[in-house]
């Protein structure tokens, strides 16, 4: 993950590096470098044409949030990468 130096906008990279039995994001990963007193906007931005995300892209979370319970960026065999903006509102 890399954060802006103002904490308005991060990008998370999230890669699936194993498959056996079934592996996946199946837990949360605290982010860092975030304002725990802003909002922030979570948008996936490599989808392949014509698909959804399985994230909830409407959905708004606190920064303290995010750096303390986390955010699962759904990584598993049909989606072996994300690449995730997230950027304060």
């Not at 998370?12 to 922030?40: C, H, M, Q, W």
């Amino acid at each position: 993950m890399f954060a802006a130096k103002n904490k308005s906008k991060a990008i998370l990279f999230s890669y699936l590096v194993g498959n056996r039995n079934g592996d996946g994001s199946d837990t949360p990963i605290r982010l860092e470098g975030l304002d725990a007193s802003k909002k922030y906007r979570v948008k996936e931005l490599n989808l392949h044409p014509e698909t959804k995300s399985a994230l909830k892209e409407e959905q708004i979370y606190s920064g303290e949030y995010l750096m303390t319970a986390g955010f699962n960026p759904v990584v598993n065999a049909r989606r072996t990468s994300v690449v995730v903006e997230i950027e304060a509102m």
